[in-house]
């Protein structure tokens, strides 16, 4: 079993900048691509970033430019700074896994909790 935890939410004024962690572990045979999704209050929950295990990285438009997804590796830990930060990016962050529990059984799905944050206008 694989859990994640979350940290680095809360309270920040426009313009403002956070940084998000998200520690796996448990049963973790291998950890490919690790990410965050958002869900704001009356909206689906979306995509913000991604980054595969050999650091490739993947951003929603809303985001690039102002957002910077990382991973160590070593840790298990991915992170998302974000700068410059505007009250529509209030939102519930998961953090997401996406990992092989063994060699056999492979592409399973985990989330954290949720952390929120909230941009002040």
């Known amino acids: 079993q694989v859990q994640l935890v979350e940290s680095g939410g809360g309270l920040v004024q426009a313009g403002g900048s956070l940084r998000l962690s998200c520690a796996a572990s448990?049963?973790?045979?291998?950890?490919?691509?690790m990410g965050w999704y958002r869900q704001a209050p009356g909206k689906q929950r979306e995509l913000v970033a991604t980054i595969t295990s050999g650091g490739d990285t993947n951003y929603a438009d809303s985001v690039k430019d102002r957002f910077t997804i990382s991973r160590d590796n070593a840790k298990n830990t991915v992170f998302l700074q974000m700068n410059s930060l505007k009250p529509e990016d209030t939102a519930v962050y998961y953090c997401n896994c996406k990992a092989d529990r063994s060699i056999w059984h492979t592409g399973y799905d985990y989330w954290g909790q949720g952390t929120q944050v909230t941009v002040s206008s």
């Open positions: 448990g049963s973790i045979f291998r950890i490919n691509t």
